[in-house]
């Protein structure tokens, strides 16, 4: 497969780098030789300093043989004009990434598909669903709905007083089928556990349960339940307008911004939170607007440090639920050490947004965990694959894989060593990000 990714942004970098691990052609193009950098030489990628809405820039770099051409520019109007001009010279499909909720509307889909525009991605919208999920069940570090719902992704930092610390997976204790543990985050390391492994205090504990046992889940990992009324949000960027427009009725919410002509645009976008015109990282202002009476506390400015540095100050304060939106991904890493919350970086999960697009069709939904440097990928078994020809424990899974649970007949069921996958199930699996490919032969039909 032939691709073009226009914009050597750190959306463009992050997904040349994901996709040149792949059997596929991968090019790059920007107008700024340094964004490029020494990134053809240290990749499996072609690079070239051009401009995106240049035929002759677009012809050079061959888009009239490309199967997909993607563009990931800072300017929503440059990327949708680049691939207009990148259909009408031949590229089979299109991706642009946009600035406009209006656009992504089921009723324009159609409109832009005859443009020759085949697919939309706003990347601020993908990450406010997230912090939506997330705000919904405050114990929990990170909340994923797998499934149409049928599952339940939750990932934990254990404290000490957990009853699973300690206790082995050959041990037994985890053989009540009402969760299953795909991984654990020590450190720096992404741990898929067997037999012999266990769990520790501090450890991020990544578990896949039905809905009805969240309750048990939560009580095994130690975990209160506390309900999420008082949220703050710092910064009034796109993000956060986009994730309190899609919170429920009955939370008071107050949006601290320091820009001014920013406020008076929420207050007359946004009727149910209350804006505030103050500076969200001082930590007086925090006091005087009640941080420690708030619930969650949620950083979305344009900078990362603010964001880290406002959480923790938050913590301080004894608010239980932070998210923080940190866009240098460097700075992930840290992050999570220093206990910030959870950690949001809309880059990674556009890049599994597009990275699905490019998969066999048997693979449902891929969701990048950001923190674990992992996929949760749901796959469909089809007639006669692989995956269907025998108990899970005689499929021989490639290494840094599990599977965490299928759905049959819209029923989320956990698994063991024992389970047939059949024909029509969803399946879903964790693994580390280069071995989707491997596992997609898996569920192909034969």
């Known amino acids: 497969m032939r691709i073009i990714i226009a914009g050597a942004g750190e959306v463009g970098t992050h997904l040349a780098k994901l996709l040149s691990r792949e059997n596929m052609e991968i090019s790059l193009l920007d107008e700024r030789e340094e964004r490029l950098g020494d990134l053809g030489n240290d990749y499996d990628m072609l690079t070239k300093v051009g401009s995106p809405t240049s035929i002759h820039d677009l012809k050079e770099i061959g888009v009239k043989d490309c199967d997909l051409f993607i563009a990931v520019t800072p300017q929503e109007t440059e990327n949708m004009t680049s691939c207009l001009i990148a259909n009408q010279l031949g590229a089979k499909k299109t991706l642009a990434r946009i600035d406009n909720y209006e656009y992504l509307l089921p009723e324009n889909k159609q409109f832009f598909e005859t443009m020759g525009l085949n697919h939309l991605i706003y990347p601020e919208v993908l990450a406010a669903n997230e912090i939506t999920a997330s705000l919904k069940v405050n114990w929990l570090r990170y909340h994923l709905t797998l499934c149409d719902g049928a599952l339940e992704l939750c990932v934990v930092k254990v404290r000490e007083n957990a009853p699973v610390i300690g206790?082995?997976?050959?041990?037994?204790?985890?053989?009540?089928?009402?969760?299953?543990?795909?991984?654990?985050k020590r450190g720096n390391d992404t741990i898929i556990p067997t037999g012999n492994d266990l769990i520790?205090?501090?450890?991020?504990?990544y578990a896949v349960c039905t809905p009805e046992n969240m309750d048990f889940?939560?009580?095994q990992l130690g975990k209160q339940e506390n309900e999420i009324k008082n949220v703050i949000f710092f910064g009034g960027s796109r993000i956060a307008q986009k994730a309190v427009q899609n919170l429920p009725e009955g939370m008071n919410i107050k949006i601290l911004e320091a820009n001014r002509d920013l406020c008076y645009h929420l207050s007359e976008k946004l009727n149910n939170a209350l804006i505030i015109n103050a500076d969200g990282s001082d930590m007086e202002t925090l006091k005087e607007e009640g941080i420690q009476d708030a619930d969650a506390f949620v950083a979305v400015t344009d900078s990362s440090e603010a964001n880290i540095f406002a959480c923790l100050a938050a913590k301080r304060f004894g608010v239980r639920k932070t998210i923080a939106d940190v866009e240098n991904i460097d700075y992930i890493q840290m992050a999570e050490g220093l206990d910030v919350g959870a950690v949001l970086n809309k880059?990674?999960?556009?890049?599994?947004?597009?990275?699905?697009?490019?998969?066999?069709?048997?693979v449902l939904n891929v969701r990048n965990l950001t923190n674990a440097d992992a996929e949760m990928v749901e796959f469909m078994a089809e007639p006669g694959s692989k995956i269907t020809k025998g108990t899970i424990r005689t499929m021989r899974f490639p290494q840094d894989s599990t599977i965490a649970g299928i759905v049959r007949a819209g029923e989320g069921v956990l698994v063991n060593g024992n389970t047939q996958v059949l024909q029509g199930d969803k399946v879903v699996v964790f693994c580390k990000s280069h071995i989707i490919r491997k596992l997609e032969k898996y569920f192909k039909e034969q």
């Open 200 to 205: 520790e205090a501090n450890d991020m504990v």
């Open 347 to 362: 880059k990674t999960i556009t890049a599994s947004y597009i990275y699905q697009l490019l998969l066999n069709a048997a």
């Open 167 to 184: 206790q082995t997976f050959a041990s037994g204790f985890y053989e009540h089928g009402r969760f299953r543990i795909v991984a654990i």
């Open 217 to 219: 889940l939560r009580e």
